[in-house]
């Protein structure tokens, strides 16, 4: 069992940055692929970005590509969501989950653990 636990949201304005994180406990993270989905207000649950087991291989949807920044530290069993260039577009609860494998990782029912989220809101 792994349990994850989001912090970093807040309330920015357009343009600014925030950095997420997110800790885990239970397992050793390095045993998991991990990701970060969005979910905004009468929104299903989209993907973000998602990390390897050792940070080398990363994926972001096309919304985020250049902005975001996934990033992961095994040794601290965190993981990291630099924000930037923040858009209203981007307000939504984040979340991040873990996955035992790598099969499918922008697909949310690929990922077994969940945290609870942390608010990001980003006004014009």
């Known amino acids: 069992q792994v349990q994850l636990v989001e912090s970093g949201g807040g309330l920015v304005q357009a343009g600014g940055s925030l950095r997420l994180s997110c800790a885990a406990s239970g397992h050793t993270l390095s045993r998991y692929w991990l990701g970060w989905f969005r979910q905004a207000p009468g929104n299903e649950r989209e993907f973000v970005t998602t990390?390897?087991?050792?940070?080398?291989?990363?994926d972001y949807a096309d919304s985020v590509k250049g902005r975001f920044t996934i990033s992961r530290d095994n040794a601290k069993n965190t993981v990291y969501l630099q924000m930037n260039s923040l858009k209203p577009e981007d307000t939504a609860l984040y979340y991040c989950?873990?996955?035992?494998?790598?099969?499918?990782?922008?697909?949310?029912?690929?990922?077994?653990?969940w945290g609870q989220g942390t608010q990001v809101t980003v006004s014009s």
């Open positions: 990390i390897g087991y050792y940070g080398a291989a990363t």
């Open positions: 989950a873990a996955a035992q494998s790598r099969l499918l990782p922008r697909n949310s029912g690929s990922y077994t653990y």
